[in-house]
């Protein structure tokens, strides 16, 4: 290799290093800002902004959801398995919306429970048809009763 | 150009086969013989990678028949990043070692990419209304892709808005290579951050976490994807090969016939 390109190659390299450098810093900084939604961790710890809109995900808490007779108000309880929020919404669900779901919604915290103006559903990356997920639920239940036995 | 294949060429055995690459007319011999082949066996993988995605796999338990999207989002997503890389690979080697058909070979990926990454976020738009119950969310994955659209296109601008080709590839080259950073961003975008997009399936360490009945025709489709770009990049890269050589004796030998 020519001098002049040994030197054009290491200009490269370091206008990549410094790129990269220049790049991590900027993501580190705004780090807060990049993640989409807050945890209820998060909000338990008063991490999340008081009086303005800002999103919250988490997992639909089995066996919490309270829909009304009347209109299209619901009431369900979310969870990072470590804190747990709960959420008031009226409106129209996405078709994945369901108990044990991972969901991100929007809205503001109010008398220490979230007013949810948006509900998004998040997709896991498990794809699997339908009679493979009756079989391990199956499964599961399964294991679970022979605890039960055991005890 | 030539004098400098030349000067290789008594250098030494061994690097011949390498140094073809650097030639024009040779290049231009080698994407004419195989960029037919490759896309005869891109539409064979299409039509059985289609048949087998579509008609052939079971059904998601949650999404049911929407989620048969991945069969071409997945392949898009991957080859949008893929063809940023030997983008910006092909022109840093033309922007160090001076080499004409490098340079080229970044000019005829660009408008695949920006392609590819178009089709990835129209898929994955399309499926996120039914899923997620949007179109589209600012979070960090579709947010860097949506990027690395812009670089493409701006990639594209730059090395059309410059008359000089050598001044063109030189500033164009800079711009892919700064771009680079954003593929490991657009990567672990769905790992660093909190994002509505979910993690990876396959690309994980680890089993993939997705049927097999599901995984073969979304392989099938990715290697179709994969060929099809190699097909479509060698027709383009005859053209431009044409256009940039055009007052060579071997472009006027092959204009003559």
Known sequence: ???????????????????????????????????LFYSPSQIAAGEAPDNTTFRLGGMVVEGSVKRSDTDLSIAFDLTDTAKVVT???TGI?????????????????QNGEFIAQQV???????????????????????????????? | ??????????????????????????????????????????????V?????????????YQMGDSYRIIFIHVPSAWLSMFSYFVMAVSAGIGLVWHIKVSDLVARSVAPLGAMFTFCALV???????????????????????????????GYIALSNAIEDRRTASRASAVLALVGLINLPIIHFSVEWWNTLHQGATVTKLGRPSIDTRMLIPLLIMFFAFNFYFLSAMLYRLRCELLSQERRTQWVREIVND
């Open chain 1, 120 to 151: 998004l559903a998040k997709h896991d990356e498990n794809y699997m048809p339908p009679e493979v997920s009756a079989a391990l639920k199956q499964a599961n239940a399964d294991n679970y009763s022979t605890e039960q036995t055991a005890q």
């Open chain 2, 1 to 46: 150009m030539t004098t400098e294949s030349l000067n290789s060429s008594s250098r030494g055995k061994k690097w011949l086969w390498f140094h073809r690459f650097g030639s024009p007319a040779w290049v231009y011999g080698f994407a004419s013989r195989w960029a037919m082949p490759i896309g005869v066996v891109a539409l064979l993988l299409f």
């Open chain 2, 48 to 60: 059985v990678g289609l048949y087998q995605g579509l008609v052939v796999a079971p059904p998601d």
């Open chain 1, 93 to 109: 669900l996405p078709d994945l919306f369901r108990e044990g779901q991972g969901i991100v919604t929007t809205g503001s915290i």
């Open chain 2, 123 to 153: 898929t994955g738009s399309l499926w996120g209304k039914p899923t997620w119950g949007t179109y589209w969310v600012w979070d960090a994955r579709l947010t860097s892709e949506l990027v690395l659209l812009f670089l493409f296109i």
């Open chain 1, 87 to 89: 959420v008031r919404y």
């Open chain 1, 1 to 35: 290799m020519t001098p002049k390109r040994k030197q054009r190659l290491l200009l490269i390299g370091l206008l990549l290093t410094a790129v990269s450098g220049a790049v991590a810093l900027a993501l580190t900084a705004l780090n807060q800002n990049i993640n």
